[in-house]
């Protein structure tokens, strides 16, 4: 009952408030009714199912066709509502998920030994701002790919650190 306005009973004093519930005036073929009306007007204006599966579907091919211009060493995948199909093509904003193939960003605790040999690793250290990392290069590869290879910089204690501003200003002026 927590949702809802607030009320008395007879029992209660009056300084003592309880809440009731919204569906309390309304009975249950009423409140399902309304629902299947809902779900009507949803579908007759795409956000049914069948339109938001399609949606998605749609969403998952432009990606790889994107995907085939970037080349090898990206990939972009479309999240949020627009992966979900719930959103039209130009009805929001629309969330791409930048990875560099190749690279591995791994948590402390993982054997990084069982990884391949041709996947650069880097440590996620949290221990700075909540929701924040620093990346640590913790395994190199020779063949580096030049797109990180210039964002990476020393600490002045001979770790080498991935730097997340350098990167975001060169993405975003792409």
């Known amino acids: 009952m927590a949702e809802g306005g607030m009320g008395r009973t007879d029992f209660e004093p009056e300084s003592n408030i309880r809440h ?33 599966r399609w949606r998605a579907e ?3 091919e432009f990606d790889l066709l994107r995907n ?6 990206m990939t ?20 791409w998920l930048m990875v560099v193939n190749g690279i591995l960003c ?3 605790g993982i054997n990084i030994n069982y990884i391949l040999n041709d996947i650069e690793v880097y440590r996620m250290d949290p221990s700075v701002y ?13 063949a580096r ?3 990180i290879h210039k964002y990476l910089c020393e ?9 997340s501003s350098v990167l975001l200003d060169e993405c975003l002026a792409f």
């Not at 009731?20 to 949803?42: D, F, G, P």
């Not at 909540?130 to 020779?142: M, N, S, Y």
Request: net charge positive; charged share 25%; with cysteine.
């Open 58 to 60: 749609k969403f998952k």
């Open 106 to 108: 791994v948590e402390a």
């Open 130 to 142: 909540p929701g924040h990392c620093r990346l640590f290069l913790e395994k190199p590869v020779t």
């Open 76 to 95: 972009g995948i479309t999240v949020g509502s627009k992966a979900e199909g719930l959103t039209c093509w130009l009805e929001s904003a629309k969330d």
């Open 155 to 163: 600490d002045g204690d001979a770790n080498v650190l991935l730097s």
């Open 68 to 73: 085939a211009a970037l080349g090898r060493y």
């Open 20 to 52: 009731s519930s919204l569906y309390a005036r309304y009975s249950q073929n009423y409140i399902e009714s309304v629902s299947l009306e809902i779900s009507v007007i949803m579908t007759r204006l795409v956000y049914g199912e069948k339109n938001r």
């Open 145 to 147: 790919s030049n797109i």
